[in-house]
């Protein structure tokens, strides 16, 4: 499978990442071993980001902590029938009002949802650097 540039997708390969799915994100524990949890993902190519809100407590938010300043290694993928889709990259915890805000809304506007108010809520932004799959 060639790979695809993150911030220049494919108008289906985009498109894919619009519609309503279910992803995953696959974080490293600090023993290394994967942790892979099912999340919401909203793809942003013209800022290069991925994002993914979470409660700052979660595992998915320590693991990427706990590489450190300069971010952790993660992928996010989402699947549907044969049409598949992976986007990596490195990924940072991000408790800024406005980042979360804005990661608020491109959710509700994907899933069609407004999340409850989490005051604990930060968003992992992932700066892609691969972007794979066959949508």
């Not at 986007?87 to 980042?99: I, K, M, N």
Request: hydrophobic fraction near 35%.
């Amino acid at each position: 499978m060639p790979r695809r540039d993150p911030r220049s997708p494919e108008p289906g390969f985009l498109e894919f990442w619009r519609e309503y799915h279910l992803c995953t994100l696959t974080t490293t524990r600090p023993d290394g071993s994967p942790h892979v949890v099912p999340v919401g993902v909203t793809y942003d190519p013209e800022a290069g980001l991925a994002r993914v809100i979470t409660n700052t407590h979660s595992r998915k938010a320590a693991n990427v902590r706990a590489a450190g300043p300069s971010g952790a290694r993660v992928a996010v993928c989402q699947a549907h029938r044969a049409r598949w889709a992976t986007l990596e990259g490195v990924a940072t915890v991000s408790a800024d009002p406005e980042r979360v805000a804005d990661a608020v809304r491109r959710y509700t506007e994907r899933y069609d949802r407004t999340p409850a108010f989490n005051p604990d809520r930060v968003v992992i932004e992932i700066a892609l650097t691969r972007a794979m799959g066959n949508a």
